[in-house]
């Protein structure tokens, strides 16, 4: 593996942070505070190419590869970390199952839309009492004809209100089955297909977080993403990639508390001397950039092997797993060297603090990518 940085990734991170600075810098804590998802920067950044990073520029995107979107990823959640999931939602969840498993056709139709922001992407797995458990889904289509009835729920969708279109995994099967689940890509507007309530959250709150609610949702047969069955095997395939990009937005929220910590310790001034003389604190700065490297080290080794198509699997949830963990503890730490100062919001750090933790829960729990890598290295 070569760590040399290439002219492509110093390109997209200069061009993420000249855009972060005058378009999301001074609206991190407004859109925070109001917990507002940001449609039109979405479509600002769509004409930066950062909503089809990954897509072929024969679909209209920008036809780059995984070292450029973590890079992208990573500089976004430097500035705001809410931007950065939902960024990294529509590419690797709603666009990339559509990018892996859709035909020919339904590509056309979909993802120039979707790579140019023109459209914004859902994806819906998880429901209200199926989260770790997603394969125990209630929400179920019934084939009628050449339409497929859907009626349950999906909760805690990143964009269920604001997106065009939602990529869903419901039951066409047995209960348990991991063959008995379907992927549809359903279009909003379509009949009994709705929003429900928006969750209000801890952090990532200009991400917006609803349910969708399907009642008697007639779908089309040429909705169906691949075959019948494939649906829940899918969605373990989309989130191998997606959870690279969640090790992405974990390096870009560990990597700016960082930042904060390391310029105040060397400013804040206590016993006549700058805190960062301190033993205590310039090692916990040691620590916090030591583990910064090493996950940016696991997630890149990730991104290599999926730009060569690769399986991907452990070394994915390895990089979740840990850049996420180092976002907590790192966001944590940089309160501490701030001390009272970073428990206000007067500092970036305390959002950086509420942002990380999502990072352990979403695209997978930190226990369920332990179960991840613990079958891959038992089998
Ligand atoms: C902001 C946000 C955005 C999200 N966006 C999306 C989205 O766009 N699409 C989507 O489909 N989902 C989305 N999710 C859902 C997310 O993926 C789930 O929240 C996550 O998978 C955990 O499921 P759960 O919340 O039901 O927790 P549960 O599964 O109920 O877990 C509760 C606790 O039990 C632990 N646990 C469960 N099973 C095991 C086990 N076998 N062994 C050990 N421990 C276990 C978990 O690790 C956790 O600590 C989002 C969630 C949030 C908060």
Not at 279 to 292: H, N, P, R, V, Y
Not at 354 to 369: N, V
């Amino acid at each position: 593996m070569n760590f040399e940085i290439t002219e492509n990734q110093k390109m997209i991170a200069q061009m993420v942070r000249d855009f972060g600075a005058k378009h999301i810098k001074p609206n991190v804590m407004k859109w925070d505070e109001s917990q507002e998802f940001p449609v039109d920067l979405f479509k600002e950044m769509g004409k930066l190419g950062l909503m089809g990073v990954l897509v072929p520029e024969v679909y209209g995107g920008s036809g780059l590869t995984y070292f450029e979107y973590v890079t992208a990823i990573k500089e976004i959640a430097k500035i705001d970390g809410s931007i950065g999931l939902s960024v990294a939602a529509h590419n690797s969840l709603c666009t990339g199952h559509l990018l892996k498993f859709a035909n020919e056709e339904q590509k056309k139709k979909w993802l120039p839309k979707l790579a140019t922001a023109e459209w914004i992407g859902a994806w819906g797995l998880t429901e209200a009492n199926t989260g770790s458990d997603a394969a125990n889904m209630k929400t179920v289509a019934v084939k009628d004809g050449d339409y497929y009835v859907i009626n349950g729920s999906k909760n805690f969708i990143t964009h269920g209100k604001s997106s065009n279109i939602a990529v869903v995994i419901v039951r066409t099967g047995q209960a348990g089955d991991s063959h008995g689940m379907t992927a549809f890509a359903i279009e909003k507007g379509t009949k009994g297909f709705t929003h429900g309530r928006k969750e209000n959250k801890l952090g990532m709150r200009a991400s917006e977080t609803t349910e969708l609610i399907f009642d008697n949702c007639r779908v089309h047969k040429d909705n169906m993403l691949g075959k019948e069955g494939e649906g829940f095997i899918q969605s373990m395939q989309v989130l191998d990639g997606g959870r690279i990009s969640i090790a992405a937005l974990s390096l870009g929220i560990a990597q700016g508390a960082f930042e904060a910590a390391l310029a105040y310790s060397q400013e804040r001034q206590q016993f006549n001397k700058p805190i960062s003389t301190f033993q205590g604190i310039s090692f916990k700065l040691a620590d916090m950039a030591t583990e910064i490297e090493a996950a940016n080290l696991l997630t890149f080794q990730a991104a290599d092997l999926k730009n060569r198509h690769q399986e991907v699997r452990k070394e994915s949830a390895m990089a979740k797993l840990y850049a996420s963990e180092v976002a907590v503890r790192t966001a944590n730490e940089a309160v501490q060297i701030f001390g009272g100062y970073g428990y206000t919001k007067d500092f970036p750090v305390e959002k950086f603090y509420r942002d990380a933790k999502l990072c352990t829960i979403g695209e997978g729990t930190s226990e369920i990518q332990k179960l991840v890598i613990s079958r891959c290295i038992l089998k």
